[in-house]
């Protein structure tokens, strides 16, 4: 069992920046995909990016393509988003999550952390 704890959420302006953390306290996290999941209001969860068990591999939904980047560093069981160039479109609540492979999109677990809400508004 894997748990999450996502951080690093707050108020930006257009064109700022964040960089959110996902811990994950199980020991099958750093052997396992993650991927970081948006909710924005009135809309459905999605995948927004993922990457690899040790990080060989990443990528992010077209939308953020060139402004957000995913990292890990096992050492600390942590995920880290990069979120440069921020719009208002990127607003929502942030979820880590690890993936049934790195090939899915799907979560491999029902229980997620409380997230972290980004903001972004002038």
């Known amino acids: 069992q894997v748990q999450f704890v996502e951080s690093g959420g707050d108020l930006a302006q257009p064109g700022g920046s964040l960089r959110l953390q996902c811990v994950g306290s199980g020991t099958l996290f750093r052997f396992s995909a993650v991927a970081w999941y948006r909710r924005a209001p009135g809309k459905e969860r999605e995948l927004v990016a993922k990457i690899s068990n040790y990080g060989a591999a990443n990528d992010v939904v077209d939308s953020v393509k060139g402004r957000f980047t995913i990292t890990r560093d096992n050492a600390k069981n942590t995920v880290y988003l990069q979120m440069n160039s921020l719009e208002p479109e990127d607003t929502a609540v942030y979820y880590c999550?690890?993936?049934?492979?790195?090939?899915?999109?799907?979560?491999?677990?029902?229980?997620w952390g409380q997230g972290t809400q980004v903001t972004v508004s002038s």
């Open positions: 999550n690890v993936l049934k492979s790195y090939h899915s999109t799907e979560p491999a677990y029902d229980s």
